[in-house]
């Protein structure tokens, strides 16, 4: 089942500034006009499964964070349940670290972020 059409839109806006994607940006990868894009982001239009599959992969992100059941939550929402799920700061960081192209780059991002997690629990190298 999709989530409201608010939610729905709040999410695409979300992730889509995450990326750093326009809506004219959006709009073009999915092959609709930028003015859709704004009636999908402000929870006006209902966002159908073929189109909620092609607006996830332009953002590269899975189709079932549309979804209830999706493992990502809205901004400030924390579930009840004790399933695994991203937060909304680590869907911007997981967002961000994908836009990186180099190999070379995402490798060293990881290992500086293994040694700010071992100064902050105290470990030293």
């Known amino acids: 089942m999709l989530k ?4 729905t839109g709040e999410l695409i806006r979300q992730m889509r500034k995450s990326s750093g994607m326009s809506q004219m940006q959006l709009a ?4 609709i006009s930028y003015q859709q894009v704004q009636k999908y982001e402000k929870g006006v239009n209902r966002l159908t499964v073929p189109r909620m ?19 990502l939550l809205m901004p ?9 799920c991203l937060l909304d700061d680590e869907a911007r960081l997981l967002m ?11 490798h060293g991002f990881i290992e500086m972020l293994e040694d700010v997690v071992n100064i902050s ?3 030293k190298n």
């Open 4 to 7: 409201s059409e608010k939610a």
């Open 28 to 31: 073009e990868k999915v092959g």
């Open 53 to 71: 599959k092609q607006i996830s992969w332009a953002l590269g992100v899975p189709a079932s964070l549309f979804l209830d059941e999706g493992n």
């Open 76 to 84: 400030g929402q924390q579930k009840e349940t004790g399933r695994n």
């Open 96 to 106: 961000l670290f994908r836009r990186i192209r180099s190999r070379k780059l995402k």
């Open 121 to 123: 629990n105290g470990k």
